[in-house]
């Protein structure tokens, strides 16, 4: 499975940005998908998650309801809706996908999302 992130840039605060995550490769294994960040500094956490099956969603509570995850089976593509974005947003972000038993993880090579005050 090959992941490739886009859409990352300077943003002001209270603006949107949108992360688009192209998927290749077999996913047949996959069970979950989502989207990491990693501030300078700060330990790498789950910004918002989804199931392959069911499209169930998860949010961190510092995203949640100016975030959202989509999936476009279609399209082979998972997005990352970022809306009224704030300083503390700043981050890399980063695609993943996985089994929900650890045996497949896959990382994408990561976007840079700069949000200024």
């Known amino acids: 499975v090959q992941l490739v992130e886009s859409g990352g840039g300077l943003v002001q605060a209270g603006g949107s940005l949108r992360l688009s995550c192209a998927v290749s490769g077999n996913t047949s294994s996959i069970n979950v998908m989502g989207w990491y960040r990693q501030a300078p500094g700060k330990r790498r956490e789950l910004a918002a998650a989804i199931s392959t099956f069911g499209g169930h969603t998860n949010y961190a509570d510092s995203v949640k309801g100016r975030f959202t995850i989509s999936r476009d089976h279609a399209k082979s593509s998972m997005y990352l809706q970022m809306d009224s974005v704030k300083p503390e947003d700043t981050a890399v972000y980063s695609c993943?996908?996985?089994?929900?038993?650890?045996?497949?993880?896959?990382w994408g090579q990561g976007t840079q999302v700069t949000v200024s005050s």
């Open positions: 993943n996908a996985a089994s929900y038993d650890g045996r497949y993880d896959y």
